[in-house]
């Protein structure tokens, strides 16, 4: 598959319509099997760089199966990984890493008995002299928070301290340590209360403004179509549709999501506008 720029989306705020981006993550033909469950099959998938793409998608859809494919936890049975336009193999996730790979999984894996600082640079800390450099690390965390507008009061707060927004932001924080072209979010704003969801969704946008492809796996449709440029629907682990985010409802969402529009939340919706034109 080639890189072709981005160029059809409609631009949301602050964008600029018509501006080509750059493909920065490609996927084609992306297959996987475990045993006799097909859980992946011809599955393919494009990110632009400054660009949100919404992975939705039932239990069992294949969302989870598919970013541990482009995070290097699986290895895809056949099909193609591109990033910017180079054929890659993704050979765990530390290589996911040093390519430009960046997932911020659902557990957030943070040190609650470690600050700030020490759980953005855990294995990859700074050395200087034959010593972890601390002031640097400390100069360097909080250039990131300052990137994300991260409301953090100190980075030598433990994370037990954080709340629940505070803490995936350190998690996505700590994702960008490595410079790289692609984030991945599992589920960023599962159990947290409405605030707390406010200022992930935040983050999200300030990662757009950033340049870097983002993908969201989100159940949570309200926040789905409050970021996302694109709209990507996997059903039985195949891609079952796929929308950009300005011109699909709800509606639409749910019934690729269950591969009916006859469901009851689809239903009661297009009772809803039939009433509203009475």
């Known amino acids: 598959m080639t890189t072709t720029p981005h160029q059809d989306a409609p631009a949301r705020e602050g964008g600029e319509p018509g501006r080509p981006r750059e493909v920065v993550l490609s996927l084609s033909g992306i297959h996987k099997r475990f045993g006799a469950v097909q859980a992946l099959t011809d599955v ?3 990110v632009a760089a400054g660009e949100v793409v919404a ?10 199966t598919l970013v541990k ?3 290097g936890v699986y290895q895809p049975d056949s099909g ?29 894996a943070l040190c ?9 640079f855990l294995g990859q800390e700074r050395v200087k002299g034959g010593a972890i450099d601390e002031v640097a690390m400390e100069v360097e965390a909080w250039r990131l928070l300052r990137s994300l ?6 980075v030598r707060i433990p994370i037990a301290a954080l709340s629940g927004g505070q803490r ?21 704003t599962a159990a947290l209360g409405v605030a707390q969801t ?3 969704l935040n983050l999200v946008e300030r990662l757009r403004e950033n340049g870097l492809g983002v993908i969201l796996i989100s159940h949570n449709m309200a926040d789905v179509q409050a970021v996302a440029d694109r709209i990507v629907v996997l059903r039985l682990g195949r891609n079952e549709a796929e929308f950009h985010t300005d011109e699909v409802t709800t509606t639409d969402l749910v019934a690729a999501i269950t591969g009916a529009s006859d469901n009851v939340v689809a239903s009661r919706a297009a009772r809803g506008k039939e009433q509203a034109h009475d």
Do not use: C, H, Y
């Open 168 to 188: 995936q932001t350190v998690a996505i924080a700590r994702s960008l340590v490595g410079k790289p072209q692609v984030v991945m979010l599992d589920e960023p």
């Open 80 to 108: 193609d990984i591109e990033l910017s336009g180079r054929k890659v193999k993704v050979g765990g996730p530390r290589q996911a890493q040093d390519l430009g790979i960046a997932t911020v999984f659902q557990d957030l």
């Open 112 to 120: 609650d008995n470690l600050d700030v600082v020490a759980n953005l």
């Open 149 to 154: 507008s991260a409301k953090i009061p100190s």
């Open 55 to 64: 992975l939705v998608g039932d239990n069992g859809a294949g969302k989870s």
């Open 44 to 46: 393919r998938l494009e």
């Open 69 to 71: 494919v482009i995070a």
């Open 198 to 200: 406010a200022e992930v």
